[in-house]
T-cell receptor
Framework: DAKTTQPPSMDCAEGRAANLPCNHSTISGNEYVYWYRQIHSQGPQYIIH???NNETNEMASLIITEDRKSSTLILPHATLRDTAVYYCIDILINDYKLSFGAGTTVTVRA | EAGVVQSPRYKIIEKKQPVAFWCNPISGHNTLYWYRQNLGQGPELLIR????????DSQLPKDRFSAERLKGVDSTLKIQPAELGDSAVYLC?????????????FGAGTRLSVL
């Protein structure tokens, strides 16, 4: 069962930053925060992960609060192709069992 | 580089019929996973292979589901006989021998409809 909490849906405007929240109320000290997304009719796609520090890659930025109880995935300039279900997952490094919850359905509107 | 390839993309069968799904992982990826995704939910792991060995099949309903990965490359997931509740998307994923196992590469899935 998923241990994270996400809003069921959110809209954002094309070209604007999309900030996706996630609550990690039961995260343990050695669990990482992972984000995946699933575009309609496709399989999930890895986006980014982090432990304590903020992370950035070519797809997104990840902000993790100091107490690690919440994180925010930032899509800096959302496009229509970013419309997808976004999942945040707490997981030990090298634990292969990805526990996807219901995720957040993000709709980017023109 | 080709991604994870699954076939067929869609399958419609009547209940009690058998069905099989095929997966070819990314070249060089020794770990292969099968997931099931019910409508409106996230994927759930069914089985994990390390090369040709099924190292975790604890979530696979063994009365009707079976899987094989004979040469440690492509894999087949079978259901016999199918039930109405088996309607779902069946996803295959793979991961390389190095790097975290949390990073998995998924195929597009096979959507099964059991009538």
């Amino acid at each position: 069962d998923a241990k994270t909490t996400q809003p069921p849906s959110m809209d954002c405007a094309e070209g604007r930053a999309a900030n996706l929240p996630c609550n990690h109320s039961t995260i343990s000290g050695n669990e990482y925060v992972y984000w995946y997304r699933q575009i309609h009719s496709q399989g999930p796609q890895y986006i980014i992960h982090g432990l304590k520090n903020n992370e950035t890659n070519e797809m997104a930025s990840l902000i993790i609060t100091e107490d690690r109880k919440s994180s925010t995935l930032i899509l800096p300039h959302a496009t229509l192709r970013d419309t997808a279900v976004y999942y945040c997952i707490d997981i030990l490094i090298n634990d292969y069992k990805l526990s996807f919850g219901a995720g957040t359905t993000v709709t980017v509107r023109a | 580089e080709a991604g994870v390839v699954q076939s067929p993309r869609y399958k419609i069968i009547e209940k009690k019929q058998p069905v099989a799904f095929w997966c070819n992982p990314i070249s060089g990826h020794n770990t292969l996973y099968w997931y099931r995704q019910n409508l409106g939910q996230g994927p759930e792991l069914l089985i994990r292979y390390e090369n040709e060995e099924a190292v975790d099949d604890s979530q696979l309903p063994k009365d009707r589901f079976s899987a094989e990965r004979l040469k440690g490359v492509d894999s087949t997931l079978k259901i016999q006989p199918a039930e109405l509740g088996d309607s779902a998307v069946y996803l295959c994923a793979s991961s390389p021998p190095t790097g975290p196992k949390n990073i998995q590469y998924f195929g597009a899935g096979t959507r099964l409809s059991v009538l």
